[in-house]
């Protein structure tokens, strides 16, 4: 693994990563996102990371503008402060990964997972989270204007002071979520799920 390692640094410093072939540009890629000790240093804006599987990995204010990583696996990853404009998130894993403040406007997170995910303070206006998981996810202060949310997962998720002001919510289940102080101005609910929310 050391020399594997070795060698993809070698051929960065040579190459530049950009230069790499796609697989072996992805393979240094998936090096550099596991050996980060701070996720600064981490620009991958643009690029293709479908399917990686980087638990617990440090992303902390890492630069994924419009990177690829659908199917990818992020649990119990280190994204806060992370930049994930309009990153394609389709499909992938974030369960109990931290994106505190994190910035998600315009990001396609349709049929993603972040069950038990912290995503409190976080930017996602214009986000699509169509059918994704966020069961017992923590919004708290974040915002989702004109977010899409239909028939996406929301039980049990603290919304409190959230802003989703336009979002469209048809077909969501909020069975029990706190939505104290949240702004709703807008926000399309027809059909939601409603039992037992809190704040409405």
Do not use: H, W
């Amino acid at each position: 693994m050391k020399k594997r390692l070795l060698l993809t640094v070698l051929m960065i410093i040579v190459l530049g990563l950009s230069s790499l072939p796609a697989e072996a540009y992805k393979q240094a890629c998936v090096d550099r996102l596991r050996y980060l000790k701070d996720g600064v240093e981490g620009d991958f804006s643009d690029a293709d990371l479908t399917g990686i599987v980087v638990e617990r990995a440090n992303l902390i204010n890492a630069n994924l503008r419009g990177t690829s990583l659908v199917n990818a696996n992020l649990r119990r990853a280190d994204l806060r402060d992370a930049n994930l404009t309009g990153a394609e998130l389709v499909g992938a894993n974030f369960t109990k990964a931290s994106l505190y403040r994190a910035i998600l406007i315009d990001a396609n997170l349709t049929n993603a997972i972040l069950e038990n995910a912290v995503i409190s303070k976080a930017n996602l206006d214009g986000a699509i989270l169509n059918k994704a998981n966020l069961l017992k996810t923590d919004l708290r202060g974040a915002s989702l204007k004109r977010a899409q949310l239909q028939g996406t997962n929301l039980r049990i998720a603290q919304l409190q002071g959230a802003d989703l002001q336009d979002a469209d919510m048809r077909g969501a289940d909020l069975s029990y979520s706190d939505l104290t102080n949240a702004k709703l101005e807008g926000a399309n609910l027809e059909g939601a799920i409603l039992t037992g929310v809190k704040g409405l």
